[in-house]
């Protein structure tokens, strides 16, 4: 029976748990989909990530409404991908924050990857009609920026690329939480098809020198102590570093994409077979890590079609 593509067969619902990551923080996580953040500060609410769709937004705001009634007025986006961003309307946040580099992602790609993620993920986007179109945001910045909500002081910085050329992450320095969005993972694989396997470890490094006590990651169970944190910081780099190095060793004697297919898995599945939504990812960072070792430095776009070709190549 052939595999079904990315998850395309995986329609069972995820158990959400809303933990508590440090005074008046929580981490929204469901099983291995795409976490949520809430920061609540003394007068208002933000939140990191936007979910898929309006529907699953509301998962969100149910569970924030369980714990304050203080309006949500800021929105972060650590970077622009579909199954991150189009639950935003939901949210009526008069702020949406995203760095410069994202929302040039979303001008130059974001219509091709709301059409792929679409396909790939049929359970994340039931309810995808409520979708009003493509999210931008209302405020963006290079480098470092601050919100203050009342006295609570928020900083969204870009660390280095990672898992897109836009990423963020969300340091909350009052109780030293930060939220990474798939920077970093815990027990889920790493989506690395729009990455850069050469400058994630750099940015690890640099997320890693802030010492925090917790961590909201971008799929995966909260990360509660120090300890906890860096075993995930580390799990990440070995997914990172996994899938490139035997992907660039065939690139380098010209070998083909499913021998690099082929390389990858014999190296990551030992480590990596369990982890959430792996079998979804793999042909995709096989692609865009042979892609780099080639010297193909900016990720290309997917798209619907180049999914299915791509697959067809690796299924024969």
Sequence with gaps: MAKAFASQGDMTEKKISFTEVGRDLYAFTAEGDPNSGVIIGDDSVMVVEAQATPRLAQKVIDCIRQVTDKPITHLALTHYHAVRVLGASAYGAGQILMS???????????????????????????????????????????????????????????????????????????????????????????????????????????????????????????????????????????????????AARVAARGGSLKEAWDAVRAECDPKFADYAIYEHCLPFNVARAYDEARGIAHPRIWTAERDMQMWDDLQG
């Design 100 to 246: 410069d580099a994202a929302r040039g992602m979303v001008a130059e790609r974001g219509q091709e990857d709301w059409d792929s993620e679409f396909q790939r993920f049929p359970r994340l986007f039931q309810g995808y009609e409520s979708i009003p179109g493509l999210t931008w945001p209302t405020t963006s910045f290079t480098g470092h920026m601050s919100v203050f909500l009342g006295n609570r002081r928020v900083d969204l910085m870009q660390l280095g690329r990672a898992h897109t050329a836009g990423d963020i992450v969300i340091h909350v320095p009052d109780e030293n939480v930060m939220f990474t969005g798939d920077i970093v993972e815990y027990h889920s694989a790493c989506y690395c098809g729009d990455g850069y396997f050469t400058e994630w470890g750099k940015t690890l490094d640099a997320i890693k020198a802030y010492g925090v006590d917790a961590i909201a990651p971008g799929r995966g169970d909260a990360l509660m102590g120090p300890d906890m944190v860096n075993q995930a910081i580390e799990n990440t780099r070995d997914f990172v570093i996994s899938t490139y190095r035997p």
